[in-house]
């Protein structure tokens, strides 16, 4: 229970506990758990950023690193979208929160679900839809470039025909600069706010709530787990409340 809210935590199909798949793959056993580290902006291995609220102690890195479990199959977009799919067929309308890798597959599943009744996104990957013929340049980034996906003017009425609010933690620089993961974030920023700037335009209802701009800072890529995830929390309960979803 989250500010009274029901929440049903998944995890991807072939991955952590939703592990066993009859489509396997080769588990590669390279470690990478300082490269995350530097991937979502959580500093310098092994240095944080200055300010920073992720939990820096010796318990809290210990549980960090055991989260980096790799896949145990092939990432397959369509699975994951009908796998939840069939959780919001089971639960009933909910809020979509997605994150990370899971942004991708949650445009799929806010399309195909009559159940979504908005979507929260928190800092996601993969690209966003656009209407056809209107889908940006990729932005090139040190890391890899941003790019989208075009979907029909039917598609994306339905999609944006719920509210969409995004969420992006600190240490996005406004320009180019030369480490690649923080750079790649930057690119995925303004994505969004193109993203934004789009449904809005078509009539939806799109907020990009960078948190740095409204005095919350500290954050990486993990918000959820940061020291001051309450405060985040109420952030994203009031915005739910302002659109009826309380």
Known sequence: MCKGCSVYLVDQPRRGEAGQTSKASEVPTLT??????????IGLWPDAYEDSQFPHDEESLNQFFRQMTPNT?????????????QVFG????GVLVTHSQGGRPG?????????????????????FPFPEGEVPEPIPTGYAPVKNFPVSEEVFAKLIDQPIVFYFGD?????????PSRDYWRGVLQM???????????GGDCTVVHLP???ITGNEHFLFQ????AQIAAHVAEWLRSRGLD
Not at 90 to 93: A, I, L, Q, S, V
């Open 213 to 215: 701009k409204i005095g």
């Open 73 to 85: 199959g092939d990432f397959d977009q369509q699975v994951i979208a009908d796998a939840l799919v």
């Open 192 to 202: 969004a706010y193109k993203f934004a700037e789009t449904v809005n335009a078509h």
């Open 32 to 41: 990478q758990d300082q490269a995350w580290y530097t991937q979502f902006r």
């Open 226 to 229: 940061d020291k001051n995830n």
């Open 107 to 127: 445009w799929d599943i806010a399309i195909a679900s009559d159940k979504v009744r908005a979507v929260v996104a928190i800092e996601p990957g993969g690209g």
């Open 90 to 93: 089971r639960c009933g309308d």
């Open 171 to 179: 240490y996005i620089p406004d320009e180019p600069v030369e480490m």
